[in-house]
C-alpha cells in the first residue's frame, strides 16, 4: 500500500519514480514502485534485505535499467541513461575507493573526466575533503586510511561532483558501532552544510529513524509506507512495518476483542506500556490495561524489557526506563503477576492482512 | 619438568612437543622444499654459470676445468647469436602479446559476466589442454600449418596462401601452449577487482577500462607475462616442428648438448635467456606494477 502524500506544492520533487518494475529471471525484485523525494530532502529507504531497495537506488544511479516505469530527475527523465550522464553520484557500501590512486586521485576523478582545469578540480577537491573533514590525507592511498577515513573519501569524491541527488548504499554498514553513530550526526551535518538532497538504503531502523527526514519503508519489493520518523515509527501503515520499525507489539484476534473491546489488529509501542504490580489499583481515565505473567526480564543497563504473557492471550514487550528502580528489584519480578497499562492514544490500529 | 603429564601415545608426545617447540614445527614444515630448492634448483643454476666459463679440449672432446671467458668471447663477437637472441626475445615478446590480447577479454568474462556455474566450467576448459601432451599439441599444428592443412584449405578459397612452416607458425603455436598461463592470472586479477569499482568509475565517467581495470589489472598481466615470456625464450621443440629453418636460443643450446658435445659453450647459451628475464623482472619492478601487489 502507498500512501502518495507528497504533493505539497511550492516543493520541486528531486527524484520521481513511477511504476517502477525490475525482474530478475523469475524473481521480482521491486514491484511497482512510486515514489517522489524533495529537493533538499534527507530520504531513507528502509527494508530487510532483498526487499528491493538496493535495487531501486541502483536504478536511480543507471547501475540497473527498469523493467518497466519510469525514472525522474527534477524534470529529466533518465530511465535509460548510463550513469555518468545523470546528475546523481553514489557512495558504494564497501567504499568502491580506486586502490591505485591516492586519496587526491580519487576525489578529483569526476572532475578529470569532465575536463574541469587542474586548477579548479584541485581547488574543489580539497575543498570537498575539508569539508568531510580529510584535510592532510590526500597524498595517501586507500589501503592506509581506517574504514570511517575512507567513508569520508567516498563521501567527498562524490560529493565534489555537486550532484543534484547523492545516493548512498548502506553507507555506514561496514563501520563499528561507535563509527556509525559519529558518522550518522556527521552525515546529516554535511548534508545541511552542502543542501543536496541525499537518499540513502539502510536496513537499520535506529539509522533511518535518527537521520532522515522522511522514511520510505520496503517489503517484498514494494513500499508500505512512506512518512516522517514519527509517522513511521507511531502510526505504522501494516503489521510489517510495525514490525520492521521498532518492536512488535501486536494485540490481535481475541485480545484485542477482550482488551479493548473490539475486534482488529492494534499496535502499542513498548516504552508507551507501563509496568504496574498492584493489579487492583484503579485505572486512571483514558488508559487500557491488560493483565499478564511476566515471562522474561532483560536487564539494559539504562532501560529494562519485560516480556509479559497476556492472560488474554498474545505477548507484549515493555521498555521501562531505570529511573528508580535497580537491577535487583526488576529482576524480582520475573514470573510476578503485572498490569500492562497504556494510554488509549498510543495504541494503533493497523489496517491490512497482518 | 616431568611434573608435566603427557597422556597418550608417541604421537600425542610427538604434537605437544611440537606445540611448545615453534621452531621444530617450522624446520619440520620448511626442510624438504628447501633443500630441493637450495641443492637441486639454485645449486643446478650455480653449476650452470660455472661451467659457462669452462671450455672443451678441441682434440679429446673433454671438460675442462679452467676459468676462461672464451665462450662468452665467441657468443659477443659472432654476429649469429646476436641475431638469435634478438629473434628469441621477439618470438617470446610476440607470443606475450597475442597470447595477452586474446586472454584479457576472455578472462573479463569469466570474472565478471559469466554465472557463477558457468565460471567453473570455463576454468575446467581452459585447464583441459593442459592435460594433453606437449608434442600432441605442436604436432597437431604442425599439420594444420602443412602445405595441404587446414588453414590453406580455409584460406585458399580467398586467395590467400597460409604462412608455412616458419616463424609466424611458431608464434602462433606457442601462443596456443601458453595461452593458459596467461588466463589463469588475469582471471583471478580480475576476480579480485571489485563489481562496484566499475560501478563507481561509471558513476563518476566514462573511462573505465584505461583508468580502473587497466591499472588494477596490470600486476595480473604481469603475472601472466611472466610465464608466457619465459616459456617461450627457453623453447626448442615447437620451432623444431612448426620453425622450418629458423633457430631461437633454444636450439643452440640443444645442438651444443648434443651433435657438438661443447657443454660449456651451450651452458654459456643458456645463460643468455637467465639474464634476458632477470632484465625483464627489474624493468617491471621498475615500472612500480608490483607494488599495488
Same mark, same amino acid.
Given at each position: 500500500?502507498n500512501q ?6 511550492g516543493?520541486?520533487?528531486?527524484v520521481?519514480l513511477?511504476?517502477?518494475?525490475? =525482474?530478475f ?6 514491484d511497482d514502485?512510486?515514489?517522489?523525494? #524533495?529537493?533538499?530532502?534527507f530520504?531513507?529507504m ?7 531497495k538496493? %535495487?531501486?537506488? $541502483?536504478m ?6 527498469p523493467t518497466?516505469g ?7 527523465v533518465?530511465t535509460?541513461?548510463?550513469p555518468?550522464?545523470r546528475?546523481?553520484n ?13 586519496v587526491?586521485?580519487?576525489?578529483e ?9 587542474k586548477?579548479?578540480r584541485r581547488? #574543489? ?7 568531510v573533514?580529510? +584535510? ?8 592506509q586510511?581506517s574504514?570511517g ?16 541527488? *547523492? ?8 563501520l563499528?558501532?561507535?563509527? $556509525? ?5 556527521? *552525515?546529516k551535518?554535511?548534508q ?8 540513502? &538504503?539502510?536496513?537499520?531502523?535506529? +539509522? ?8 520510505a519503508?520496503?517489503n ?7 512518512? =516522517?520518523?514519527a509517522?513511521?515509527?507511531?502510526? /505504522?501503515?501494516s ?15 481475541e485480545a ?6 473490539r475486534?482488529?489488529?492494534?499496535s502499542?509501542?513498548p516504552?508507551?506500556?507501563? &509496568?504496574? =504490580? ?13 493483565t ?7 536487564y ?12 488474554a492471550g ?6 521501562q526506563q531505570?529511573?528508580?528502580s535497580?537491577?535487583?528489584d526488576v ?9 500492562l497499562?497504556?494510554? $488509549?492514544?498510543?495504541e494503533?490500529a493497523? /489496517?491490512?492482512?497482518? | ?7 597418550g ?8 612437543? *611440537?606445540y611448545r617447540? /615453534?621452531?621444530? #614445527? ?8 628447501l ?9 643446478a643454476?650455480?653449476?650452470?654459470f660455472a661451467?659457462?666459463?669452462?671450455t672443451?679440449?678441441v ?6 676445468r ?15 647469436y646476436?641475431?638469435i %637472441? ?7 615478446v610476440a607470443v606475450?602479446v ?6 584479457f /577479454?576472455?578472462?573479463?568474462?569469466m570474472?565478471?559476466i ?21 608434442? &600432441?599439441?605442436a !604436432?597437431?599444428?604442425r599439420?594444420m600449418?602443412?602445405?595441404t ?7 585458399d ?8 612452416y ?10 596456443y ?9 588475469? !582471471? ?5 577487482l ?5 560501478d563507481?568509475?561509471?558513476?563518476l565517467?566514462?573511462r =573505465? ?12 598481466v604481469?603475472?601472466g ?5 619465459s *616459456?617461450?625464450?627457453?623453447? !626448442?621443440?615447437?620451432?623444431k616442428?612448426?620453425?622450418?629453418k ?7 643450446v640443444y645442438?651444443n648438448?648434443?651433435a657438438a658435445n ?5 651452458a654459456?647459451?643458456?645463460t ?5 628475464m632477470v ?11 608490483l607494488?599495488?601487489l
Amino acid at each position: 500500500m502507498n500512501q502518495m502524500n507528497t504533493e505539497e506544492p511550492g516543493v520541486s520533487a528531486a527524484v520521481t519514480l513511477r511504476g517502477l518494475r525490475k =525482474t530478475f529471471g523469475e524473481v521480482t525484485a521491486v514491484d511497482d514502485v512510486d515514489l517522489e523525494i #524533495r529537493d533538499g530532502e534527507f530520504f531513507a529507504m528502509l527494508g530487510p534485505s532483498g526487499s528491493g531497495k538496493t %535495487t531501486v537506488l $541502483r536504478m536511480i544511479a543507471g547501475f540497473e535499467t527498469p523493467t518497466s516505469g519510469e525514472v525522474r530527475l527534477g524534470d529529466r527523465v533518465v530511465t535509460k541513461l548510463p550513469p555518468f550522464e545523470r546528475d546523481v553520484n553514489t557512495v558504494f557500501q564497501d567504499y568502491a575507493l580506486f586502490p591505485h590512486m591516492n586519496v587526491l586521485a580519487n576525489v578529483e576523478y569526476g572532475l578529470k573526466v569532465k575536463k574541469v582545469g587542474k586548477k579548479e578540480r584541485r581547488e #574543489r577537491a580539497l575543498q570537498a575533503l575539508r569539508s568531510v573533514r580529510l +584535510e592532510g590525507f590526500d597524498g595517501r592511498r586507500p589501503g592506509q586510511l581506517s574504514g570511517g577515513q575512507r567513508q569520508r573519501v567516498a563521501l567527498a569524491r562524490a560529493l565534489v561532483n555537486r550532484p543534484k541527488v *547523492l545516493l548512498l548504499d548502506e553507507p555506514l554498514g561496514a563501520l563499528d558501532l561507535k563509527l $556509525r553513530e559519529e558518522m550518522q550526526v556527521e *552525515l546529516k551535518a554535511i548534508q545541511r552544510e552542502v543542501g543536496i538532497t541525499f537518499l540513502f &538504503v539502510t536496513h537499520d531502523q535506529e +539509522e533511518a529513524l535518527t537521520m532522515s527526514d522522511r522514511v520510505a519503508v520496503f517489503n517484498a519489493g514494494r513500499i508500505e509506507q512512506v512518512g =516522517t520518523p514519527a509517522e513511521v515509527y507511531e502510526k /505504522p501503515a501494516s503489521a510489517f512495518v510495525a514490525g520492521f520499525v521498532g518492536t512488535s507489539n501486536l494485540i490481535e484476534g481475541e485480545a484485542a476483542q477482550s482488551i479493548l473491546g473490539r475486534p482488529g489488529v492494534y499496535s502499542v509501542r513498548p516504552e508507551k506500556l507501563r &509496568v504496574e =504490580t498492584d493489579l487492583d489499583a484503579k485505572l486512571p481515565e483514558g488508559e487500557h490495561s491488560a493483565t499478564g505473567t511476566v515471562a522474561e526480564v532483560v536487564y539494559a543497563g539504562a532501560a529494562t524489557r519485560f516480556v509479559v504473557d497476556l492472560d488474554a492471550g498474545g505477548r507484549l514487550v515493555a521498555l521501562q526506563q531505570n529511573l528508580q528502580s535497580s537491577s535487583m528489584d526488576v529482576l524480582k519480578l520475573r514470573e510476578a503477576r503485572v498490569r500492562l497499562v497504556w494510554r $488509549r492514544e498510543h495504541e494503533f490500529a493497523i /489496517p491490512g492482512p497482518t | 619438568m616431568s611434573t608435566i603429564a603427557t597422556p597418550g601415545g608417541p604421537v600425542r608426545r610427538l604434537a605437544g612437543l *611440537l606445540y611448545r617447540r /615453534p621452531y621444530l #614445527r617450522l624446520a619440520g614444515l620448511l626442510s624438504a622444499p628447501l633443500l630441493w630448492l637450495v641443492v637441486a634448483y639454485l645449486g643446478a643454476l650455480a653449476a650452470l654459470f660455472a661451467a659457462a666459463f669452462w671450455t672443451t679440449d678441441v682434440f679429446t672432446g673433454e671438460v675442462v676445468r679452467q676459468f676462461n671467458l672464451g665462450n662468452f668471447q665467441e657468443l659477443w663477437s659472432q654476429g649469429v647469436y646476436r641475431t638469435i %637472441t634478438l629473434r628469441s626475445v621477439g618470438v617470446a615478446v610476440a607470443v606475450t602479446v597475442v597470447d595477452g590480447v586474446i586472454a584479457f /577479454p576472455m578472462a573479463f568474462y569469466m570474472a565478471k559476466i559469466a554465472s557463477p556455474r558457468a565460471q567453473r566450467w570455463l576454468v575446467i576448459a581452459v585447464l583441459t589442454p593442459l592435460w594433453a601432451s606437449y608434442l &600432441v599439441k605442436a !604436432y597437431a599444428w604442425r599439420v594444420m600449418f602443412s602445405g595441404t592443412g587446414v588453414l590453406n584449405w580455409v584460406l585458399d578459397p580467398f586467395g590467400i596462401h597460409g604462412p608455412g612452416y616458419g616463424l609466424p607458425a611458431t608464434v602462433v603455436t606457442l601462443a596456443y601452449l601458453w595461452l593458459p598461463y596467461m588466463i589463469l592470472p588475469l !582471471y583471478a586479477g580480475l576476480e579480485r577487482l571489485p563489481n562496484s569499482l566499475l560501478d563507481a568509475s561509471g558513476d563518476l565517467g566514462a573511462r =573505465t577500462f584505461r583508468t580502473v581495470i587497466w591499472p588494477v589489472a596490470f600486476p595480473a598481466v604481469i603475472a601472466g607475462s611472466i610465464f608466457t615470456f619465459s *616459456l617461450s625464450l627457453g623453447d !626448442y621443440i615447437t620451432v623444431k616442428i612448426v620453425g622450418g629453418k629458423s633457430q631461437l636460443i633454444g636450439n643452440v643450446v640443444y645442438d651444443n648438448v648434443g651433435a657438438a658435445n661443447n657443454l660449456p659453450f651451450a651452458a654459456a647459451v643458456a645463460t643468455i635467456p637467465v639474464a634476458v628475464m632477470v632484465i625483464y623482472l627489474v624493468a617491471v619492478r621498475r615500472t612500480g606494477a608490483l607494488d599495488n601487489l
